[in-house]
């Protein structure tokens, strides 16, 4: 059982780290996105709000976001396993409504993840992305270059970089993550209940540290 969520910004490696934490504990994964798409699928009540919402293209707000990942959070497999979250809470006020959730059951949070890495690092991994036109197979010119520069090995079609992975759109998604997260690490400091990780050592090595943090 664990109850846990993993912070990070974008090229901190959640991913990978969020697939081997699920692997070892056998915690559901709970992205916000996953559950967003599932209920608007679905057509639930609150999916059709929070579509609304997204129409309009405005904010789905914090208190029908708190409703969507604690229904979620609700479901048998969480109640049996835990969870593992994964872009919720992404506000003190989300933050603190979970406390007020999870307390109501007699639960509480098991330490919180925060993936860190620097920001010179993010940016080589967020802008080294190459896409094969053709095939769309993905590559890295850092930690998965292709044999020849700018040719997919699969298909000998031409690689590109997404309007993405630029580096005006990555900093601008890091200053993003940084400005909306801050002040949830500061909350999740005063409760003495975070591990601060390093995202930037080796996978075996970063996963290693959330294991010795979380406990076996
Ligand atoms: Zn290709």
Redesign the pocket.
């Known amino acids: 059982m664990l109850r846990t969520i993993l912070l990070g910004p974008p090229g901190a490696g959640k991913g990978t780290q969020a697939d081997r934490i699920v692997e070892k504990y056998n915690v559901p994964h709970i992205s916000t996105g996953d559950i967003f798409r599932a209920n608007i699928k679905n057509g639930t009540e609150l999916g059709k709000k929070a579509q609304e919402y997204m129409n309009k293209g405005e904010l789905v707000p914090d208190d029908l976001v708190v409703e969507i990942a604690t229904d979620r959070l609700m479901q048998d497999d969480c109640k049996e396993h835990g969870f593992l979250l994964d872009g919720f809470p992404r506000t003190v006020y989300q933050a603190e409504k979970l406390d007020e959730f999870l307390a109501g059951q007699g639960l509480k949070l098991d330490t919180v993840i925060d993936l860190e890495v620097a920001e010179d690092v993010l940016m080589k991994r967020l802008t080294g992305r190459r896409v094969?036109?053709?095939?769309?197979?993905s590559y890295h010119i850092v930690n998965v270059p292709p044999k020849q520069e700018g040719i997919?090995?699969?298909?000998?079609?031409e690689?590109f970089q997404r309007a993405d992975d630029n580096e005006e759109t990555a900093k601008n998604r890091i200053d993003v993550y940084n400005n909306e997260t801050a002040p949830l690490v500061d909350y999740y400091e005063k409760a003495g209940n975070i591990a601060k990780i390093d995202g930037a050592a080796p996978l075996e090595e970063t996963f290693a540290s959330i294991v010795s943090a979380l406990g076996e």
Not at 132 to 137: E, I, N, R, V, Y
């Open positions: 094969c036109k053709a095939c769309g197979a997919c090995d699969k298909c000998g079609g690689l």
